[in-house]
Each structure stands twice: as structure tokens, then as C-alpha cells.
């Protein structure tokens, strides 16, 4: 967002940030094994290809160093605000006035909250807890200080950070034990590295690279993107390929164990093309049976038995639908966003709220993270903002939020295309809602692309200075 106001020539801008450094998930998280699970090549910003990309999915501190390089390059990082976290922004005579947990206050045309969806994390409510003599850690919030070499550990939780961390701590634990509550389909994606001579031609040729963060893209949008939407021949193959897969467990009893009984891809697919063969290990244990409670020396499980261990991990996954919150939102006539989030959270078009005239968030409910890269989700939502910023810049429009009506009829629209898509085949996710239904976008990347380009003036409430300079759009 801060790249592309610049770029448009607008330079007042601040960029709010409660943490003492960018980088938001990859700033946070810095687990042993972190990775991405998109190609390098494609999680990218698209105007800014990096050729020094070492490895098919970057481990984090790469992604991190990227992200920094570029933030610098382009002078946005001189427009941030550190350990400035936003709790409250209220609308009142056109503007937004915001206020941050150290006292600041602002005024500002537009607020747009880029805070992401995976940085709540979840801890899981197991009796016993606090009991446990030794260190207890999320996954992201590690903590560097506990040594792992020669101990117990029990890593709780086996989403894709817990797939991570049990390829990366595995050897070098006395034991680990991997307490399953839910099976989990594996993809293979081997991550090997990229020989010398390739990162050599990529950084002589921008052509080389774009090409092949095209193919990728060609791949998650044209193959992945519609087998979890539609049942096709595609889905049917990513299906085949995680079952083989599952096949080169040798232990029949630990394949069954570890065979899901739902659908792949209803839950987030978890790649990797090494965590089967780490869980063979001798060292490596799984369990299954629910955990009753937590003693001072371990976990219970249901069936009575208590699995002593040094440390433990809670790769217990993030509160997916916080979005902004808890940071408290007035919109206008002292509408609030809990308030309009009662009964869940909900966006128009994945972006705009009714009554929050101004108002933008980037990666919003129903935001399509579960079917693509989410640079180009961003990409998209921000090139949004921006028309009206523009729009804004050249006295076409002073604000602009939704209808009530238009946010209420595209959002019965998400529901009335969810059956069909692969999330709402049996399996309980954290896409899921409390009301029982996935935050997700049930269409492909075109046609949200198609949604936040294109402007349904009968949807919006819009102020203009100039009725008959509004654009016929």
C-alpha cells in the first residue's frame, strides 16, 4: 500500500505498526524448519522480482530480508511508525481520527488496516497448563533461550508450523511426541535448493524470472485454485497424489493413524516433502489420543497415560477471523465494529464496510487466502484503494463506503456458492466460523480480480463535490 502511494506522487502517509520491526508473520515467527508453503518464485510482489531466491519455498528469515530490502528501496520504511499500535479510529467530520496505545493522535482521509489474519495465536484451553514445570511456548512466539538438544519434547498441534517444526527440531531432540488431534493430508514439495548457475541467470534476466513466477502462478490459479472450488478431474488429482504420498509410510498401524478421513484441501494442504519420512524416525512418536490434562511433568491423555517431556510447543495455529480487531472502530452515527461484526465478521467485496465511509482493509473476511498467493490478494485490494484515492486526490469523491443492501446481497452470494467447493466436505478448519461456515471465496482469482476493478455506483454510498463530474464507470 505505502509502495503504490508513492508511486502515485502521494506522500503523506503513515504507516502505524505495534511491533519495534516490519515484516508481520515472518517477523514473528522464527521457529526452527519456517517456511513458505508458496514457491518462492510466485510470493513475490510482482513488480519486484528476487532472483536470490535460494530455495523452491524460502525459509522465513529470507522472506523477511526480502521484505525489508524492498520496504527500504522503495522509501516506504522512512513512513513507518514503530511500536505505535492503532486501538481506536473514529469517523467524524470526513476524516478518520485515530488514536494509538502510546497517546498519539492522527486525522486522516482514509484508514486502511493491514493487519493480517494469522498473528492472534490460539492457546488451547487444556487443564493443567500452567502447572507443567518447564518451558511452554507457542510456535510463534519461540523462545530462542530453551535449549532442545538431548530433551523431550511435545509438540501439540500438526497444521503446517507443527509439520515445520517437527522436520526441523526432529534431529536433534532425545524424543519427540507429536500429539495429533486431527490427521492432516501432505502434499510432497520437496524444497531443494537453487544451483548457483540458476540464481546467476535469473539476476541477468527479469524476463527469466517473471517467467517463472507466471508458470506458478499459472499453476496455483489455473490447477489448485479451481480443485478446491469445483469437483473436477484437478481435484481428483491433488487427491490421488496425497494418498500415494501417504503410501510411503511403512508402518501400516502409523499410516492409518495419520490418514485423514476427510477430503484434501479442506482443510489448508500442508506441504511438504520430508515430514512422512521424519515421523518414521525412532525418536519420533506420535499420539492420538486426546489430551485430558497437563501435569507438572507432562501431558495426560484420555487413555490414562502421562507422557513425560522437558518443553512444550503449541503449534496450536492463530484466531483467523480478528482481522483488526481488538482495535475498536466508530464508524458514522457511533456505529462500531463490534457492533456490525455481531454476528461474525463480513466485508463488501472483501474490503469495505457499510457505515465506515473511508475505510479500507486489506485481506479482509472472505478474502481468497484459501485459494491463492496472498501478495496477489493484497495486490489486488490495493490497486482498489487506490482508485479511490485517486478519485479522492482529484475532487471526484470526498467518501465512499458500501450499501447495508449491496454488503448484505454479496455476502448471501459467498453463501449460496459455497456447496461445491472443497471446504464444505467434512472437516472442521480455521477457515471455519462459529457459524458454521468457511471464511473463504468461493470464486476463482478472476473473479475477484474482476469485483475490486470494477465500481457498482447503485452499491455505494458516495459523497462528491460535483455530481456531474462522477464518472460513468
Not at 489486488?380 to 485517486?390: F, I, K, S, T
Request: charged residues 25%; hydrophobic residues 40%; aromatic residues 10%.
Amino acid at each position: 500500500m505505502g509502495i503504490k502511494l508513492k508511486q502515485a506522487g502521494i506522500d503523506t502517509f503513515t504507516i502505524y505498526e505495534k511491533a519495534s520491526s516490519l515484516g508481520g508473520t515472518w517477523r514473528d515467527n522464527t521457529y526452527p524448519g519456517l517456511a513458505c508453503d508458496v514457491p518462492s518464485r510466485f510470493y513475490t510482489y510482482s513488480f519486484e522480482p528476487n532472483p536470490s531466491w535460494t530455495r523452491y519455498f524460502s525459509s522465513g528469515p529470507e522472506i523477511l530480508r526480502y521484505l525489508e530490502r524492498t520496504a527500504a528501496r522503495y522509501g516506504v520504511d522512512g513512513h513507518i511508525r514503530f511500536r505505535q499500535e492503532v486501538i481506536e479510529g473514529s469517523f467524524a467530520g470526513g476524516q478518520w481520527r485515530i488514536r494509538t496505545s502510546t497517546g498519539e493522535e492522527a486525522t486522516a482521509d482514509f484508514l486502511v488496516t493491514a493487519t493480517g489474519f494469522l498473528h492472534h495465536p490460539k492457546i488451547p484451553a487444556i487443564p493443567g497448563l500452567d502447572r507443567f514445570d518447564g518451558p511452554v511456548f507457542h510456535s510463534a512466539r519461540w523462545d530462542h533461550r530453551v535449549e532442545l538438544e538431548g530433551r523431550r519434547v511435545a509438540l501439540v498441534g500438526t497444521g503446517s508450523s507443527g509439520v515445520q517444526i517437527t522436520v526441523g527440531i526432529a534431529g536433534m531432540v532425545e524424543r519427540l511426541l507429536v500429539f495429533q488431534r486431527t490427521a492432516q493430508w501432505i502434499f510432497p514439495a520437496p524444497n531443494r535448493p537453487y544451483t548457483r548457475a540458476v540464481r546467476w541467470a535469473l539476476g541477468k534476466s527479469d524476463r527469466l524470472d517473471r517467467i517463472g513466477y507466471r508458470a506458478y502462478r499459472w499453476i496455483f490459479e489455473r490447477f489448485f485454485a479451481p480443485a478446491m472450488l469445483e469437483d473436477s478431474w484437478k481435484r481428483r488429482v491433488v487427491t490421488w497424489i496425497c494418498r500415494q504420498w501417504l503410501k510411503t509410510i511403512r508402518d501400516p498401524n502409523l499410516r492409518r493413524r495419520m490418514t485423514p478421513d476427510y477430503e484434501p484441501m479442506c482443510k489448508r494442504l500442508v506441504m511438504s516433502g520430508s515430514y512422512l519420512r521424519v515421523m518414521q524416525q525412532p525418536n519420533v512418536d506420535l499420539v492420538t489420543d486426546p489430551i485430558d490434562h497437563i501435569d507438572e511433568h507432562g501431558i495426560v491423555t484420555a487413555d490414562g497415560v502421562r507422557h513425560d517431556v522437558d518443553v512444550i510447543v503449541l503449534a496450536t495455529g492463530f484466531d483467523g477471523h480478528a482481522y483488526m480487531r481488538p482495535m475498536n472502530l466508530v464508524g458514522e452515527d457511533g456505529r462500531t465494529l463490534a457492533d456490525t461484526w455481531k454476528t461474525g465478521p463480513r466485508a463488501y467485496r472483501t474490503v469495505a464496510l457499510p457505515g465506515f465511509p473511508n475505510l479500507f482493509m486489506l485481506v479482509g473476511p472472505n478474502s481468497p487466502v484459501g485459494s491463492q498467493n496472498v501478495m496477489t490478494v493484497v495486490e489486488a485490494q490495493v490497486e482498489h484503494v487506490m482508485g479511490w484515492v485517486r478519485r479522492f486526490r482529484d475532487g471526484l469523491v470526498t467518501r465512499v463506503a458500501p450499501t447495508e443492501e449491496a454488503t448484505d446481497r454479496f455476502n448471501h452470494e459467498v453463501v449460496e456458492a459455497l456447496p461445491g467447493t472443497v471446504w464444505l466436505t467434512g472437516c472442521n478448519s480455521w477457515y471455519m466460523t462459529e457459524q458454521g461456515l468457511p471464511d473463504v471465496f468461493p470464486w476463482g482469482p478472476d473473479r475477484h480480480r474482476q469485483l475490486l476493478s470494477e465500481i457498482d455506483w447503485s452499491e455505494l454510498q458516495v459523497e462528491q463535490p460535483d455530481l456531474e463530474r462522477l464518472p460513468a464507470e
